[in-house]
Structure formats: structure tokens, C-alpha cells
T-cell receptor
Framework: DVKVTQSSRYLVKRTGEKVFLECVQDMDHENMFWYRQDPGLGLRLIYFSYDVKMKEKGDIPEGYSVSREKKERFSLILESASTNQTSMYLC????????????FGSGTQLSVL | AQSVTQLGSHVSVSEGALVLLRCNYSSSVPPYLFWYVQYPNQGLQLLLKYTTGATLVKGINGFEAEFKKSETSFHLTKPSAHMSDAAEYFCAVTPGGYNKLIFGAGTRLAVHP
């Protein structure tokens, strides 16, 4: 069965900490995405990557960075966590091309205190 | 710019009743349209998608949606609701390029006996 695995289901961090969220896919997909999900706002795209070492900003990249050193792994980095980054973070992957199905991980609920 | 509007953040139906979840989109290019479902504590799963061809699209679990270009709509329906359909449903559009999706705010469906 195909899988997108996010390293933590729940995470609690302090304001100002550097936070790493890890995502691994086993489907050899070219595209990987990080979304955040907030009630009433749906999913908003933070960053995406279409190839190793390639990245593009999404709609809300401020306060975040990403790393994709290997095809299967896409990391989201909060350089200095703030309380307004408390959210559910969802990673997804898809084959190259438009109109392809996205495969989602189960999400990481991050609380920044 | 592309956007998605889902009418009604909460919809409640009786078991066996028709399910209708509304989605309107704006897109400057021919859109690819999607419906995803999220069950509690899980990631999103694809229900169905429209790319080209037949405007009535059938998906999993008895759901279907019709692309109406003149109305810029892609409403999701199911003839008879089941208790297991209780979940949050997201409509999405891709503006093209790298398979990025823009999601609506979501509609939470409740099914009562």
C-alpha cells in the first residue's frame, strides 16, 4: 500500500524554537507539498517541490523553509516557531503532471506555546 | 487568480437522505477539479476528479459530481447518506503547473439516524 509518512502525530514546542517536520513517501513521486490546515480556512499551501533540491513558495511561505535533499523526503522547517504557527500540518505527494491524485500523510498537529 | 468557495461550513442530513455539497470555483484557465474527504484523525483521500471529457464524474463510495462550466460549479452529491459518510469534504482546483491544488474551506457533513 502506498504511503506518505509524517514523523510525528503530535508535537509541542516553545516559542522561538527551531522545528523540523519530516515527511517521507515511498511511491517515487516527483512532487511533494506542505499544507497547513486551520478550521474555517481549509488547506493552504506553504511550499512545494517538484524535484530534488527544487522548491517553490506556495501561498503562505512566511516563517517557513523547506529542504529536499532526497527524492523521498521533504522537510518543513520553522526557523523560529511562533504561536500563530500552531496548526495541523499535512504533507502530500503526487506524480509529475497536472491533474494527478495527491496522496496525503495523516498530519502533524503542532502546538507552539 | 484561482479560488474555491464551498457554500455551507456544516451540513446535516438524515441517514438515507440526499447529500448535496456545493462548490463554486473561479479559474482563468480550464480547471481540473477535485473532491477530497477527510475522516477524523486521518489525511485527505481523493473522492473523485474532473480533468477533461465527461462532465458527470463518479467517485468512490457512491459519490458523484457534475462539472458545470456555465455555472462555474462542481457540486458533490450522493443519493442516500450513510452514517459512515460523516467527515469533512474539501473541493479543490488546480491552476495548472506542478499539480498545486487550491482548496476550499471545507464542509463538515453530519449524518444522523
Amino acid at each position: 500500500d502506498v504511503k506518505v509518512t509524517q514523523s510525528s502525530r503530535y508535537l509541542v514546542k516553545r516559542t522561538g524554537e527551531k522545528v523540523f517536520l519530516e515527511c517521507v513517501q515511498d511511491m517515487d513521486h516527483e512532487n511533494m507539498f506542505w499544507y497547513r490546515q486551520d478550521p474555517g480556512l481549509g488547506l493552504r499551501l506553504i511550499y512545494f517541490s517538484y524535484d530534488v533540491k527544487m522548491k517553490e513558495k506556495g501561498d503562505i511561505p512566511e516563517g517557513y523553509s523547506v529542504s529536499r535533499e532526497k527524492k523521498e523526503r521533504f522537510s518543513l522547517i520553522l526557523e523560529s516557531a511562533s504561536t500563530n504557527q500552531t496548526s495541523m500540518y499535512l504533507c502530500a505527494s503526487s506524480p509529475a503532471g497536472t491533474g494527478e491524485k495527491l496522496f496525503f500523510g495523516s498530519g502533524t498537529q503542532l502546538s507552539v506555546l | 487568480a484561482q479560488s474555491v468557495t464551498q457554500l455551507g461550513s456544516h451540513v446535516s442530513v438524515s441517514e438515507g437522505a440526499l447529500v448535496l455539497l456545493r462548490c463554486n470555483y473561479s479559474s482563468s484557465v480550464p480547471p481540473y477539479l477535485f473532491w477530497y474527504v477527510q475522516y477524523p484523525n486521518q489525511g485527505l483521500q481523493l473522492l473523485l476528479k474532473y480533468t477533461t471529457g465527461a462532465t458527470l464524474v463518479k467517485g468512490i463510495n457512491g459519490f458523484e459530481a457534475e462539472f458545470k462550466k456555465s455555472e462555474t460549479s462542481f457540486h458533490l452529491t450522493k443519493p442516500s447518506a450513510h452514517m459512515s459518510d460523516a467527515a469533512e469534504y474539501f473541493c479543490a482546483v488546480t491552476p495548472g503547473g506542478y499539480n498545486k491544488l487550491i482548496f476550499g474551506a471545507g464542509t463538515r457533513l453530519a449524518v444522523h439516524p
